[in-house]
């Protein structure tokens, strides 16, 4: 297992003994496991991420990937899309321009989502791990969340009247609820009714609403209709970008890590999105016990990102772009000569 969860390891076999009491994991000797699931055995490392600065408590990540390679052998034919800030803008400015009612938003969160959707036993030996090295072997996992909640949410909508004012937007396990006019009141309540008879619990200490809340990162405000981002999020960015310029290298580990918040932050920035691209150039470069240099183009680029999300957090709602048809052509070539750009408007002639 990884550091952090031996050096946590108490509080990581709690939650382990949590599951086992909720029948979400099973435990067995190695002897059972290698007779019940011979070669399909793969035992994963345990991770711990802390949940506060204090680590008072930790979520426990089970790791597919490194050493066993289970999840690069999962194929997807259907991958899902979850909705990102451009979505979200389009359906607030959509909900703006609607009927002037008296309007509410809700965030919620499902608990342990991922956690509900029972799993084929032959497929448990796939999804097993170890507190300690001579200890028992246990099993667990989950994957068909994202059908369960598309299913739940369709007859949902199905459930309420066809003319209500209400969206419903969800990211993995987060859900933005809108709900406008004279009973907007109700449509909301309905959604929880509807959450509570299908039991699908709902981690009631993070659902929030009112006229503004913070959902996938993203401040969302219906008194002055803006979206973008809290300062606290923007003063943790700040924070982070003058210690690692200032000490000019870092752990692939911690970049990476930093770069995934940035990359929800950049939802925020449009136009700062395309400075991203040498971060992530080196982040695919990066092993996680790598210590690096910065280069100066991705110092660069850190300093330019902080700086334009300090001075516009929280932007007015716009227009969702039109489709205008072609407007310009442009290519790009690259030698031991040089480099060149070149384009041209094709608003009136593709005549170049």
Aim: with cysteine; hydrophobic share 45%.
């Amino acid at each position: 297992n990884y550091r952090s969860a031996t050096e946590h390891l108490d509080k990581v076999k709690h939650h382990i003994e949590q599951d086992i009491k909720r029948g979400w994991v099973v435990e067995m000797t190695k002897e059972e496991a290698d007779r019940k699931f011979g070669d399909e055995l793969q035992i994963a490392s345990l991770g711990a991420v802390p949940k506060d600065q204090e680590w008072s408590d930790v979520r426990v990540v089970h790791d597919g990937t490194h050493g066993i390679q289970v999840n690069s052998r999962i194929t997807q034919p259907n991958r899902m899309e979850f909705p990102q800030f451009d979505d979200l803008q389009s359906v607030l400015r959509s909900f703006q321009l609607d009927d002037p009612s008296p309007k509410m938003l809700c965030a919620f969160d499902i608990k342990s989502a991922h956690r509900l959707i029972p799993i084929q036993p032959e497929d448990w030996g796939l999804l097993a791990f170890r507190l300690e090295e001579t200890g028992p072997v246990y099993a667990s996992a989950s994957f068909w969340w994202g059908r369960v909640a598309g299913t739940l949410f369709r007859v949902l909508h199905h459930v309420l009247p066809w003319e209500a004012l209400f969206y419903l937007l969800l990211f993995a396990d987060y859900g933005l609820i809108l709900a406008g006019g004279e009973d907007y009141h109700r449509y909301i309540l309905a959604t929880f009714i509807f959450l509570e008879v299908m039991e699908v619990p709902l981690s009631w200490k993070k659902t929030r609403g009112g006229f503004s809340a913070e959902w996938i990162g993203y401040t969302v405000d219906i008194t002055s209709w803006t979206l973008g981002v809290s300062p606290k999020k923007v003063d943790w960015l700040v924070k982070w970008v003058e210690a690692t310029n200032a000490e000019g290298r870092i752990l692939g580990r911690d970049f990476r890590a930093g770069l995934g918040r940035m990359g929800f932050l950049a939802g925020a920035v449009k136009g700062a999105r395309p400075f991203l691209a040498p971060l992530y150039a080196l982040a695919a470069k990066l092993g996680n016990t790598t210590f690096t240099e910065l280069p100066m183009a991705v110092r660069l680029a850190l300093e330019f990102f902080a700086e334009w999300l300090v001075k516009d957090p929280m932007k007015p709602l716009s227009d969702p772009p039109g489709v205008a048809g072609e407007v310009f052509r442009v290519d790009a070539m690259a030698s031991e000569q040089g480099i060149r750009v070149g384009g041209w408007e094709t608003y009136h002639s593709t005549n170049p």
